[in-house]
């Protein structure tokens, strides 16, 4: 069973839905949680970045961490053809090499 | 433009050949690392230095990986011998020491395919 745990998608939703997007753990001893953005062919760009539990939102994004059910959401609003791309969940230990562990990615397609 | 940068951004050579990679970071960032991408993937981690000094490397790094960062600014990773199996993209990124020290950012990548 691999550490994070992620539904590869695809995902298509009509431009302006709601997306939400989800990544599981088994290691409780995340506390650092992170969302990136990657297009086709391009590197992971950094969406959201939290700690332990709670909610943070930046414009359209939220993100949410639940450490007691160990899972992590990331919620779009009002989707764009733009944000057309795969999301790709991150986690961290307190006091690690920052050696992020990814999920393996969820595709999104948002249609006009 | 001040973000992380790989050249070459494509390679594609005969299983068998060394190739090297090239990776630099944002200029302030003291942290650099190496991941690997296969696809529908999410990134695994390979390696890290810290300025020069390579702290980590991963089980995924065998001996016909190696990596450097002489003098704290640029780094290299070298693939010897190349086989099929390490056909994926391979990407740097960087962070700094201090607050939101796990906030990496990515460069470009630099896909390999080795045939």
Not at chain 1, 17 to 43: D, E, H, P
Not at chain 1, 45 to 65: C, H, I, W
Not at chain 2, 75 to 86: C, K, M, N, P, V
Request: proline share 5%.
């Amino acid at each position: 069973q691999k550490e994070v745990e992620q539904d590869p998608g695809p995902l298509s939703v009509p431009e302006g839905a709601i997306v939400s997007l989800n990544c599981t753990y088994s290691n409780s001893a995340f506390q650092y949680f992170m969302w990136y953005r990657q297009y086709s062919r391009k590197g992971p760009e950094l969406l959201m970045y939290t700690y332990s539990s709670g909610n943070k939102e930046d414009g359209r994004f939220t993100a949410q961490v639940d450490k007691s059910s160990k899972y992590i959401s990331l919620f779009i609003r009002d989707s764009q053809p733009s944000d057309s791309a795969t999301y790709l969940c991150a986690m961290d230990f307190l006091g690690g090499y920052n050696k992020l562990i990814f999920g393996a990615g969820t595709r999104l397609a948002v249609h006009p | 433009d001040t973000g992380v940068s790989q050249d070459p951004r494509h390679k594609i050579t005969k299983r068998g050949q060394n190739v090297t990679f090239r990776c630099d970071p944002i200029s302030e960032h003291n942290r650099l690392y190496w991941y690997r991408q296969t696809l529908g993937q999410g990134p695994e981690f390979l390696t890290y230095f810290q300025n020069e000094a390579q702290l980590e490397k991963s089980r995924l790094l065998s001996d016909r990986f190696s990596a450097e960062r002489p003098k704290g600014s640029f780094s290299t990773l070298e693939i010897q011998r190349t086989e099929q199996g390490d056909s994926a993209m391979y990407l740097c990124a960087s962070s700094r020491t201090g607050t939101s020290s796990q906030t990496q950012y990515f460069g470009p990548g630099t896909r390999l395919l080795v045939l």
